[in-house]
Structures are given as structure tokens and as C-alpha cells.
């Protein structure tokens, strides 16, 4: 893990679990005048008040107590702990296809180890089919654990690895790649592969989970069932990501890695493809094209990787009230674009106009999006979106703010031509806009 | 209006439009070689390209022309231009409810008046009366023209004004008020007056339209007409967005204004409610509760007025690869708050943890809420949660990003104590805050 992930106690925490002669992973009862609570003990966070210890109840929830001098403590038990002894790998069977499991971290790829008290991925392939016994009769299996980080702390840099790891797996020969990674910024990953993997022959298929695989209520299995048999046997190559369509565990949907947004802090169903469907299901094992209108699986064609990335780039969400300098400062630190999360049709108040003016005269290239989320960005209609248009800001149409954000990142990593940036900018490379189903009336002023 | 709106055509465009003897609102016949267009000549934008013009096409479209030499541009006609000469103002029933309508602005409130070129409020009594005949038999009507603003320059200042306006209109006895204002930033101004409007007598009901009154899908006439229905009878007392349910014209839904969010950059059902269900609904003139849990009309009840924002507050939404020393920036600008727009469960990067502790140790409130818009933040599930926790960041548990910036203005407007600031901000005020339907369970490290 290249996260810290201290387990231990400190001062008055340490002492009381000492004289208790508990360690991490026991099961223990804390009594506390007339509460007692049953759990296990757990590891506890590194900046967090030390004058309290967490433990695990059994019904999943994790509680913090504080050190009373009263409080009494007593271990009942080992309590039960995950083995994570591997069991030898089933026999493979030779004539299933080829998938690699690339684990880049998050719930999807985690196990606290209670022994340790650290976090560890579980993605070794020994470790997926112990828990997930069923893969061995979709693929062949393959796991390689590129990073251990939760999704927070991905970035642009992390992108192009990925990239270049995921396009290694199929030059080798995989018949699909899975991405197992934390959903918090998923979203931002799945456009970013589907920017640097072009011409794609098989799919690759972005998969995370919102419960963790120790929880009765995780989503882990089936989302990671429904993406290795996608990798496997779906007649798409594309960069999707593969998450629950309800919250039940009955349908697993695939949503373009461009068009996917993470709509809700902790349902199953989270994902959700904007201003398009999803283009894929699986339900009882089956698997529905939502969409005619897909790149095919072929083997044969030859991907296309670009894996470059300017992190001078910055995205700006608009209020009432914005410091317009804000603006100023980004073209001070040299950026060379920003990505404006407009409202409405695309705008921002006039007291950005002039700094906006300043950008534009520096080369930067400035582009809107809408922070309605849902919707097309129209800047024909009022006064503040033809001004804007006319000070040279950019319309994206109906681009999520998050994919723009990666777009205009990955144009300003191919090229350093102005006309090129701009070309590319607003040609759709991967389904980053949809076509619009009917003219739209434009409107008074 | 407060807005330029300049309707001049200028250099080839003004010398082609006075050769052919055609001013702004004449409906004009433009051929280029094969092509012809009609419509209506309307004035053009000031920052736009010179070299072209722009009609109104008949379906509505404004269609911009470029200039070329075959061009050729005939009068045929002089269009058929709205009177805005006022009829004369109804009997007024002094038994009906008295609705004070505010405007400031937004689609709702403009029409082109085509001989001027320019865009006026039509908000006076006599012109609603003129366009909305419907509104004599439910209210008696007060208009008061506030400004003329699209809302994207709507900022902290004009809800003070607003609120302190509509208090006055209140204390002179008023039985519901209604502010006509752009879609763009009304969530922002809800959340704003549902703040500092306290202890509400009577209901005040926020209204927009997504397209133009003079437009044959306006949704203009049905927004106001629910408005004024819910200001002079709805049982609620309470700030509220009043907008189409759905796209049909059938029903209005009443969204609580801390609750609420444009969600769509151009349907006519673009605002929702977040993380729960609009208060009230009118279906066929007649309005049903949604809820039992509202702030009961009681005119006896004394308002409280609470105007003072403090615009040294930032909405800064994280993505990957966004500058760690934004934060410091607005640090050294003095802000008082920053409110985390955060992925998932409410976490940001590592890399900004460092800056985030200074801000802190400055006294600046961090307050942290999800760019997920649905669901709720909790800090305890993850170690970045909880890192971010013992950092001193706020969790805002289910609370809009939008309606978090809004109520830190505000709560730093209300006083200068760091305990009190802290109460205030975590304290429910408005509604801000749903209650938690089912204890959540935390989830592993």
C-alpha cells in the first residue's frame, strides 16, 4: 500500500488495551457503567483524539469509545478473523479467455487484515478466487496489483501508468483488462483511459465497489463477476465502467468511461451514465447491448496508446460571489487551460469577463461546461453566452464538467499547436459528446 | 435594466442593413445564392463578430447570416411586434389574498420589446395582468421591478437587498410574496433567503421560466400563475422554488429552498430536490401537501430579518490534480470559510491535507460536503475521512455544496465567534439538513 495505514494505539489508549491484554483483532467487551459493547478491536487513525478505541460491532458498524476510568475491558474471544492463507488456484481451464485484474486500490481491492491492522489489497489472483470463486469458470485470470490507493489520490500521473500498464496486458495478448478502483474518482479515471486508449481491440472495463467484500451488503461480487464477464465475452471495446443498476445485486450495468458521473455518496447504484443510457447490461448472466452504436471486439486492430497528460489545467466551478482573480491566478502560475463549470446554458457572472479577456490574450485555453450536470450547454441564447462565445471561450456541448476537465489535460499532453488544441478539443474522440437528438430552439435574449 | 444591452449592428453589418432601408424588429427575406431565409431582424450582441446578422426565424430560432456580397436583404414586412402598450389594470377583488410579486430579474421577467432592440422587465402589475390574465381571480397583485439582472450576476449583496425587500412587504401586510428571478443561480438565492428570512408569517415563492414568455412552450405563464396561487393560499410558510414538475404543463412542485437545484441546463423540469421530496404540489388548481412537517402560514407571527452575508467565503469542488496552493491563496486573502465540494463520502487529496491544516491553524472554517449532490458525507468510514475529521474540516452530513457556501456567508455574517460560528453552521437553520432515515452503518477502513 503506498497509503499510510498506521494500526496502533497511542498514551492512554495503548495503556488500556496493554492492561487488558488485547491486541487488534481480538474480540472483546467494553463495559461502561451500565453500556457494554461486543466487537472487534480495530486499528485506529492516525490523526484522530487518542483518548478512545474502535471496534467493529457485529452488526458492521464501526463505533469509537471514549477512555473513561470507569471503563473496563475484557477480551471473549479471537474473534473471527479473515483468513488470508490462499487456497492453491483452481485448475485453469485453457480454452476460456484471457483476463488481467489490473488492482489500483480502493474498497473494491481491500481487506483489513486483522492480524496486521493494516489494509492490504486482495486482487493476487489467489486471493480473487478465494473470494470469488466463481471467476475460475468465466476466464483465466490473471492479477496484477499496480497501486494500493484510494481513489482521492489518484492523479493525472497515475492515469498515464494505468494506461501504459492496461496497454501492456493487451499487446500480451488479454482478451479484456479489469480496473479495480476506489469510486470516488472513477469517474475521472474512466474518461482519462478512454482519452489514452484509443483504437481499442478488447474492452477494459473500470469496476469498484461501495460496500467493502467483508460487509453482507457488499456489491464487490457481483460487480466484479459482471466485469470480468465482460472483459471476457462482451461484443464492445470500449472503456466502461461496471457498477450496479439498482440497488439490488440483480443487474450490473456498463456506462461509457466519458458520459459516467458518481451521483450518490454510498448507494449500490451510484453510477450513472448523463445525457445518454448505459450502453450494456448483464442480468441472470446474460448480456443486453443497450446501444447499436458501439466499437466491436476485434482482436485484430491495433491500439493506440497516448498516455500523456498536462496537469496545467485547471477546473473552475462558478458561484455567486467567485473571486474573479481567481482566474488571474491560474494564467499567473502558467496553466494553459481552465475548464469552467458554468451555470445554466453556460455562464458565469461579468465580473469574470475581464480576467477572462487577460486568459484568452495569454493562449489559454478556456472552455464551459454546465454545473446542471444534465443537459447541453447553449451559449447562443443570452447576452452573457454570446459575450462569452465572443471573448473566444469554448462551448462543450453536453461534456460532463469532470470529462472536460480530462480532455482539455490530455489535448494540451498531445499537442502544443493552438489550432490543433482547439481541433481536438471540440472533435469527439470517445463519445464525449452525445449528438444531439433534436435542433434545439435557441431562445430571446 | 442593470445590463448592457446594446442592439447595434455595426461596419458592414450596419452598412448592409441601412442600404436595405431595414431596422431592428422589420421582418426581412435574406438570399444567398440558393438559400433564403425570414424572420425578424433583431439587434446582436457586443463583443460578436461584426460581419453578420441575425434573425428570427418564425419557429423561433435566431439564426446568425454571415455577410457576403451575393447577399441580398429585403423588408417584407414590419413584423409582428408585441404591444406593450398596458391595458388598463382589472377590478382588483378586495376579498382575494394580496401577493406582492418582486422582480429581478431573468427569462421570466424579459421580453424584447423588437422597436428598441432592448430588453425590459415585464414584470409591472399592468403587463402581468397583460400576459397572465388568470392572476386577477386568484391574488390581488403589487409589482415592485428590484433589478434587471440575469441571475449569473446575481452575488451575496442582492440577497441582502432581496431579503431586506421582501421583509418590508411582509411587515406592510402582505399575504405571500413571490421573486421573479433567472434559473441559473436561483438555487443559490433560495438557500439565501431561507436563510436569512427567519420565522417566516407567510410563504415566499421563488420563480423562474426555462423559455421566454413570447415563446409558444413557455413555461412562464404556468410557473407564475402556481406561484401567486401558493403565496396568496398554500398552508406553508416557508422560502420555496416554485418550477414544472415534469415537462408536461400539469403540475408545479414546491421545492424546500435549502433543498433545491437546477439540475437541467434547459427542460422546464430542470429543478429537483435533493436527498428528499418537494413540499407541495398544484395539479389541476389545487394543492396538495407533500409533507406534515412544514412551518404552518400563520400571519401573526413575527418575521426575523437576518440580511448580512460575508462574501469571504469559497466553494473550491476537488479533482484530481487540482493545486494544493489554492487553498493557501485564499488563506492569504483573508477568507474567513471554505467550503470542500469532495469526492464520495467527503474526502480530497493527501497533497492537500498540509495547506488544510494551515488554513485551519488560521482560524479559517473548512466546512465538507460531496460533489456527488446525492447522499451524505460521513468523514468515519475511510481513513481520509477521518484524518480530514481530526484536521478540524466540518462534515455538512446531506447538505447541497451550493446551500453550504450560502450558509457560511451567512452564519459569518451573523457573528464573529468561532464557537458560535461552528454551532450555527452545524446547527439545522432551514432545513438544510434531512434527518437520517436509518442509522448508516460505517464500512471497514
Known amino acids: 500500500m ?47 483524539d487518542e483518548k478512545y478505541i474502535v471496534i467493529k460491532l457485529k452488526n458492521g458498524y464501526n463505533i469509537g469509545i471514549n477512555l473513561t476510568s470507569e471503563m473496563r475491558i475484557e477480551k471473549i474471544g479471537k474473534g473471527s478473523k479473515p483468513a488470508f492463507a490462499a487456497p492453491p488456484p483452481p485448475e485453469q481451464n485453457a480454452k476460456l479467455p484471457k483476463v488481467v485484474i489490473v488492482s489500483t486500490g480502493g474498497t473494491i481491492a481491500s481487506r483489513v487484515d486483522y492480524r496486521t491492522g493494516g489494509v492490504r489489497p486482495a486482487l493476487t489472483a489467489s486471493d480473487l478466487y478465494s473470494v470469488v470463486p466463481e471467476l475460475a469458470s468465466i476466464a483465466r485470470i490473471d492479477a496484477q496489483i499496480l497501486f494500493g490507493l484510494f481513489s482521492e489520490n489518484i492523479g493525472p500521473h497515475h492515469w498515464a501508468e494505468m494506461a501504459k500498464a492496461i496497454a501492456k496486458q493487451i499487446t500480451e495478448g488479454a482478451d479484456g483488462v479489469v480496473i479495480a478502483h476506489g469510486t470516488d474518482t472513477m469517474g475521472y479515471t474512466a474518461a482519462a483511459l478512454s482519452f489514452a486508449l ?42 466502461v465502467v461496471a457498477m450496479h443498476e439498482t440497488s439490488s445485486d440483480t443487474s450490473i450495468v456498463f456506462h461509457r468511461g ?14 450513472k451514465s448523463v445525457n445518454t443510457t448505459p450502453i450494456a447490461r448483464i442480468q441472470n448472466q446474460e448480456m443486453t447491448m443497450l446501444t447499436e452504436d458501439y466499437r466491436k471486439r476485434d482482436k485484430a486492430r491495433k491500439l493506440l496508446l497516448k498516455p500523456e497528460f498536462d496537469e496545467k489545467v485547471a477546473l473552475i466551478k462558478f458561484y455567486p460571489g467567485m473571486n474573479p482573480e481567481l482566474i488571474d491566478w491560474y494564467v499567473e502560475r502558467n496553466y494553459r487551460g481552465l475548464v469552467l463549470e458554468g451555470t445554466g446554458l453556460g455562464h458565469i457572472s461579468r465580473q469574470s469577463f475581464e480576467p477572462l479577456q487577460r486568459a484568452v490574450g495569454k493562449r489559454v485555453i478556456v472552455a464551459m461546461t454546465s454545473q446542471c450536470i444534465w443537459g447541453r450547454v447553449n451559449m447562443n441564447v443570452y447576452n452573457s453566452g454570446r459575450d462569452l462565445l465572443a471573448l473566444g471561450v469554448i462551448p462543450l456541448e453536453d461534456m460532463l464538467s469532470e470529462t472536460a476537465l480530462v480532455k482539455l489535460m490530455w489535448v494540451l499532453g498531445q499537442t502544443a499547436d493552438p489550432k490543433e488544441t482547439m481541433e481536438l478539443l471540440t472533435t469527439d474522440v470517445a463519445r464525449e459528446f452525445s449528438p444531439r437528438t433534436l435542433p434545439e430552439k435557441t431562445d430571446i435574449e
Chains 1, 2 share one sequence.
Open 2 to 48: 503506498n497509503e499510510k495505514e498506521p494500526s496502533g494505539y497511542k498514551d492512554a489508549a495503548l495503556e488500556a488495551i496493554r492492561k487488558a491484554d488485547v491486541e487488534i483483532g481480538d474480540l472483546i467487551r467494553v463495559t461502561k457503567k451500565e453500556e457494554a459493547y461486543e466487537g472487534i478491536l480495530i486499528p485506529r487513525s492516525e490523526y484522530g
Open 198 to 239: 484509443q483504437n481499442l481491440p478488447v474492452p477494459v472495463i473500470i469496476v469498484g465497489s461501495q460496500r467493502s467484500a467483508d460487509r453482507p451488503s457488499s456489491d464487490a461480487a457481483t460487480n466484479l463477476i459482471g466485469a470480468v464477464t465482460a472483459a471476457a465475452n462482451a461484443p464492445f471495446a470500449e472503456v
Open 258 to 271: 466519458t458520459k459516467v458521473r458518481k451521483c450518490h455518496s454510498s448507494k449500490r447504484d451510484a453510477f
